[in-house]
């Protein structure tokens, strides 16, 4: 199995903050990777797919970047709606895992 | 608009079956680019992925995957009659005590992305 290990863990930013999560595959997954973000009590939310893709009617503060085995998520000016914990996902070949998750907190 | 409706109790005893339902509602469990998968979280083990079914047309057959570590207890199964799929997973123990979600993959250009999921449903396995 693919794993993905995500850096980091836990994460402190204030509104405004430009942000960048990374995740990097244990082997090469080429482009295949996606990005979600999850509120607690509610279901994850696709932001990012195909490493750089933006999912419609998420707003464009988000990107992703990257391909092989290292990408990264950048929000670009933190807003206050965007707390939240982060995931990656690999899309490459079953099962389709996810990174561990990335908590990002209010300063 | 495409939505997923979850069904199935919330306590399940151990050694039984967790049985899970999601109805589909604004696309069809059939469709050539969707994938139909359940995927649970727990503390101790994050969100796992463990499973989908999807048809392809080309192939006129249908696809399961399953992820290693219940692959000998898990069946996920479309059912076309009434354009849902489920989730039965065997012999549970405390440890698949989770949040059981289902999604609907979008597959196109060969990437594939979880684009809708399910409300979630809360299984406790215990006596």
């Known amino acids: 199995d693919i794993q993905l290990t995500q850096s980091p863990s836990s994460l402190s930013a204030s509104v405004g903050d430009r942000v960048t999560i990374t995740c990097r595959a244990s082997q090469s997954i080429s482009y295949y990777l996606n990005w979600y973000h999850q509120k607690p009590g509610k279901a994850p939310n696709l932001l990012i797919y195909a490493a750089s893709s933006l999912q419609s009617g998420v707003p464009s503060r988000f990107s992703g970047s990257g391909s092989g085995t290292d990408f990264t998520l950048t929000i670009s000016s933190l807003q206050p709606d965007d707390f939240a914990t982060y995931y990656c996902?690999?899309?490459?070949?079953?099962?389709?895992?996810f990174g561990q998750g990335t908590r990002l907190e209010i300063k | 608009q495409v939505q997923l409706q979850q069904s199935g109790p919330g306590l399940v005893k151990p050694s039984q079956t967790l049985s899970l339902t999601c109805v589909i509602s604004g696309d069809s469990v059939s469709s050539d680019s969707a994938t139909w998968t359940w995927i649970r979280q727990s503390p101790s083990r994050g969100l796992e992925w463990l499973g989908r079914?999807?048809?392809?047309?080309?192939?006129?057959?249908?696809?399961?995957d399953y992820t290693l570590s219940v692959k000998s207890r898990i069946t996920i199964n479309p059912d076309t009659s009434k354009n849902q799929f489920s989730l039965q997973l065997n012999s549970v123990t405390p440890d698949d005590t989770a949040v059981y979600y289902c999604?609907?993959?979008?597959?196109?250009?060969?990437?594939?992305?979880?684009?809708?999921w399910g409300q979630g449903t809360l299984v406790t396995v215990s006596s």
């Open positions: 079914t999807y048809y392809r047309s080309n192939r006129s057959k249908w696809f399961n």
């Open positions: 999604a609907r993959g979008d597959c196109r250009a060969g990437s594939c992305r979880d684009t809708h």
């Open positions: 996902q690999q899309s490459y070949s079953p099962p389709l895992g």
